[in-house]
């Protein structure tokens, strides 16, 4: 589909053109596989067991923060720069550069939230082979083998993982091009060589020499085509620094579910990669992408994680240039009974999971997170790339998008259908249609001639809007966007020097250099209110084909030679380029305030600490049930990789859902955390009050269930912000011994208390859901009915339901006076589910605050308020005397499930008095209602049951 260059106007019709297809599958061709990127070819070409490289245990150095020693390649005689860290918190740091690189390697900026805290190290052994380091407190070692060059580290006898245990570290170093490396075709008896030969010839007996296989250095020294050039499709890049990949192995012992390293289409646990490509990590704009396949998608976070029922465990890839993961494991095709026979017969193997990482340029950095539980591997990892940004309230309500909402007069009616249909909605968006000719911060005159009227009107309503602004920008010497980008000379440049070109959404587009501090100073700046023409405090944005998209692009992307701030290539830090987009805009909206609000931002593209800036959501899924499926598991992946506030386009954006799965997606969107319909420009119009009576009956009472549900939401996204747990998080995060629970990806927990599992199959009577928890208890949220665990439990299913379950033990908040915005939600009376544990407890808290400021981190305003109940007595207490936020909110009912009848209850608010309140107990499900406890929200108080 990309064109050639010179002939570029016919790709974006093309890709117009095919929008319309039916059909719908990726085109394949379009995508690189491993076999054609010519690094992923080349480092799959070394096999395990043929590592040339030594660490010269001598050269060890013990700074006060890090060891460094080298490692040389035997065959090139390079030498290479290893230093590790022991990092507070159970974290080990492994670093790999060049010792003398010819030029600097690119080192990933901006990720990381701070320089982590070091431990000390110390030499605890040595022999002529080998050493011993200790890494900090928690009784960690690396033990470090001369030859072949390995780690392995440990924590008492157990062995967590090894490095390079087979053999896989793989790095080109940087040399210089020479005249035989012109590009031409190799002849069958060089294989490929056209560099290095004489490197080669320096290999040690046991090193390079032994076996037919390739080692890293003939690999390296064959330097096949593509080495210093490569042609994909029409697209040819241009690699003027040559090969510049690195590699490195992992094997993690005992372990054998992995997960992570987002974006896929896949299931949650990761497959094994043997025979097929491997994960690729390269943010990508990918047509109608197709689900269960390890093909790049928008986003990329290199964070995968192991578990096992007695620990977890996370590698943290800091690369940003594009990467491949391959996965295999010993038990990989055995069956559940073929293991259980393994193990009845002592004779099994541990199960073992190896990882391999392949990027194209950088450096190896890598974090190995040892947990040991997955909240420890969530700290850790948030530790080190910042926790989810708390949204403004708002943001998680209702969002209705279309591609597009045409003119002013569109967007009213749709508000108005809104208020008819008693929906509730907290934001409507505008597609690129709005602008001028999609010319971003611009309005199309004639469809939205008054927008600050449209959005105060959308105020008086409490609502907001979101419009969209792109990367790209329209190359047109009338836009003063495009101009003042030209002069300060902001854009991305070819490797030539001009400024970057390529098609996109407004024709011929160039691309601002994110990478560059000033020029986002500058797009921030572009939010400020007299910037942004027609804008107001409550217009917020979305970053849309932010990979970059380029439609006459290799790949649909940027060409890798291009060159960014600092005369970095594109190549160094695709994958970045997203992120900056969001950090920059996000910027942007907190300045246009003062400083004084939070911003909201969604982006598709995304990268390891994305979660600081905004939302993401899994891009241009489709009106089929396979897609509302897999969006569980995708967000799932998300979640785990820090990103907790993840959606996926309500309905499928493309083709037309029939009723039954647009009904089913709202009821499973609405216990998601991004909560938004989008749809493309060429279906029909499906706003929820256009498929009848009976459905809008249905919409209505899934958005209203999310409403309802907003204190809970609020509260765990602000536990996500403080400690970097996800929200919406696999069953394993609360279950960890469970092996039951490892390969489930179609029902999840939303923080500790609330476990979905949305219908996403066609004409279903019911769904099996499977209750964790070795004598725990859950109650049904429909019927308020107890459950025993661990069990599956079939639940049958009409269309109005949405199978949910409270666990016995917490409390969860709610504001049950649902209306139409969450804004006119504000000061509402509480409601507090109180789900008995068998022991008769349960504990949980409520966050509030403004939900629109940072005066909660600046000023201290907010509420943590903590739920206890235990001994027939329901506590309120702080749960962080720090903050203090006034609300007139108070508690209006109090529903105890499990609970017996009792003779009295009586509350007792801080000042001592008793009241004695009405209740109402249901014999047949054990529910106890209180009404009217009357007490402030804010308040302590004890409600006693006698
Ligand atoms: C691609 C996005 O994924 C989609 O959501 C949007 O509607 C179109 N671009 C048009 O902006």
């Known amino acids: 589909m990309a064109a050639a260059p010179g002939r570029r106007r016919p790709a974006v019709l093309l890709w117009a053109a095919v929008c319309l297809a039916t059909a719908l599958a990726v085109d394949r061709s379009n995508f690189k596989t491993c076999e054609q990127s010519g690094f992923c070819r080349r480092q799959r070409g070394l096999q395990p067991g043929h590592s040339p490289y030594r660490a010269l245990l001598e050269s060890l150095q013990l700074g006060p923060d890090a060891a460094r020693l080298q490692l040389v390649n035997e065959v090139t005689k390079v030498p290479l720069l290893l230093e590790l860290w022991g990092l507070q918190g159970n974290v080990t740091r492994i670093r790999i550069k060049e010792l003398n690189p010819l030029r600097p390697r690119f080192e990933v900026p901006d990720v990381l939230v701070a320089e982590p805290p070091v431990e000390r190290l110390a030499v605890t052994g040595r022999d002529e082979g080998s050493l011993e380091l200790s890494l900090g407190p928690a009784g960690h070692r690396l033990l470090v083998t001369e030859k072949p060059f390995r780690m392995d580290l440990l924590q008492g006898r157990e062995l967590l993982c090894s ?62 085509p593509g080495s210093w050039e490569e042609t994909f499709k029409t697209h040819t890049d241009t690699k003027p620094n040559g090969p510049t990949s690195v590699g490195l192995d992992f094997s993690l012992p005992g372990f054998e579910h992995v997960y992570g390293i987002p974006e896929h289409a896949d299931s949650l646990r990761l497959r094994t990669t043997e025979g097929g490509d491997p994960y690729r990590l390269y943010n990508l704009d990918v047509f109608q992408y197709e689900l269960y396949n390890p093909m790049a998608l928008y986003g990329s976070v290199p964070l995968l994680l192991a578990h096992s029922a007695r620990r977890t465990l996370g590698i943290f890839w800091l690369n940003a240039a594009e990467t491949w993961v391959d996965i295999s494991s010993n038990t990989a095709g055995k069956t559940l009974f073929g293991k259980l026979l393994d193990y009845m017969q002592g004779g099994g193997e541990t199960p073992q999971t190896d990882v391999r990482w392949m990027s194209e340029s950088g450096i190896v950095d890598v974090f190995l997170l040892l947990g040991p539980t997955p909240a420890a591997v969530a700290g850790q990892y948030a530790a080190l790339t910042g926790t989810q940004a708390l949204p403004p309230l708002f943001a998680l309500g209702y969002h209705q998008s279309r591609w597009n909402y045409n003119d002013e007069e569109d967007v009213a009616a749709v508000e108005r259908g809104f208020e008819e249909h008693a929906v509730p909605c907290d934001v409507l968006w505008l597609d690129i249609e709005h602008a001028d000719g999609k010319r971003y911060f611009t309005w199309d005159p004639s469809k939205f001639p008054r927008p600050r009227d449209m959005l105060q009107r959308l105020a008086a309503k409490k609502r907001k809007m979101v419009s969209i602004v792109d990367p790209h920008i329209k190359v047109d010497s009338g836009y003063r966007v495009h101009n003042e980008l030209r002069s300060r000379g902001f854009y991305v440049k070819t490797k030539d020097g001009s400024d970057y070109e390529g098609w996109c959404w407004p024709g011929s587009a160039a691309y601002p250099d994110f990478t560059n501090p000033e020029m986002r100073a500058w797009w921030a700046s572009m939010f400020a209110y007299d910037q942004y023409e027609g804008s107001t405090e409550n217009l917020f944005t979305w970053n849309d084909m932010n990979e970059p998209s380029v439609f006459s692009g290799p790949e649909v992307t940027m060409h890798k030679d291009a060159v960014h701030h600092g005369g970095w290539e594109h190549r160094d830090l695709h994958n970045l380029y997203g992120l900056y987009v969001q950090m920059a805009t996000a910027e942007g909206q907190i300045q246009r305030s003062g400083g004084q609000h939070r911003p909201f931002v969604l982006s598709r593209a995304f990268f390891a600490g994305s979660q600081r800036y905004g939302a993401v959501w899994t891009g241009d899924n489709a009106a089929e049930w396979e897609h509302l499926k897999i969006s569980i598991p995708m967000c799932l992946s998300f979640g785990l990789a820090g990103l907790s506030f993840c959606g996926s386009d309500v309905g499928g954006f493309f083709k037309n859902p029939e009723a039954e799965l647009l009904v089913r997606w709202y009821q499973a969107g609405a216990f998601q955390p991004f909560f938004r319909a989008h749809a493309h420009l060429d279906t029909a119009r499906r706003e929820p ?23 809970f939401w609020y509260t765990a996204f602000y536990r996500s912000h403080r400690h970097g747990l996800p929200v919406m998080r696999p069953l394993w995060m609360e279950y960890p011994e469970d092996a039951t629970t490892f390969a489930i990806d179609d029902q999840y927990m939303i923080d500790r208390a609330l476990l979905v599992h949305p219908v996403t199959e066609q004409g279903a009577r019911g769904v099996q859901v499977y209750l964790p928890g070795k004598g725990e208890v859950w109650y049904d949220v429909a019927s308020l009915q107890k459950h025993h665990a661990p069990q599956t439990l079939y639940v049958p299913v009409t269309m109005s339901s949405v199978p949910v379950f409270q666990r016995g033990g917490t409390v969860v908040p709610r504001q049950e006076r649902v209306r139409r915005s969450t804004e006119c939600m504000r000061g509402d009376p509480f409601t507090l589910y109180v789900a008995l544990s068998p022991q008769g ?106």
């Open 163 to 224: 490095v390079n245990a087979r053999g896989l570290l793989f790095f080109e170093h940087l040399r210089q091009r020479r005249d035989s490396d012109t590009p031409r075709e190799p002849t069958a008896e060089e294989g490929g060589a056209a560099e290095g030969q004489e490197e080669t010839t320096g290999g040690t007996e046991d090193a390079g020499t032994q076996s037919e296989k390739p080692t890293e250095a003939t690999a390296e020294a064959a330097e096949e």
């Open 689 to 711: 009050w256009l498929f009848g009576e009976e459905n809008v009956a249905l919409i209505r009472a899934a958005i209203r269930q999310r409403y309802a549900l907003l204190p």
């Open 841 to 946: 407890t349960a504990e949980g808290d409520l966050f509030l605050d403004d939900g629109q400021s940072f005066d909660y981190e600046t000023k201290a305003r907010y509420l943590h308020r903590q739920f206890t109940f235990a001994g027939n007595t329901l506590t309120a207490s702080s749960a962080d005397p720090r903050g203090s936020f006034d609300t007139p909110a108070w508690l209006e009912r109090v529903v105890i499930l499990g609970a017996g009848k009792p003779a009295a209850v009586v509350l007792r608010p801080a000042d001592g008095s008793e009241t004695r309140l009405d209740f109402q107990h249901e014999a047949e499900t054990s529910v106890l209602t209180l009404r009217k406890p009357g007490v402030r929200i804010g308040d302590d108080w004890a409600i006693v049951l006698r």
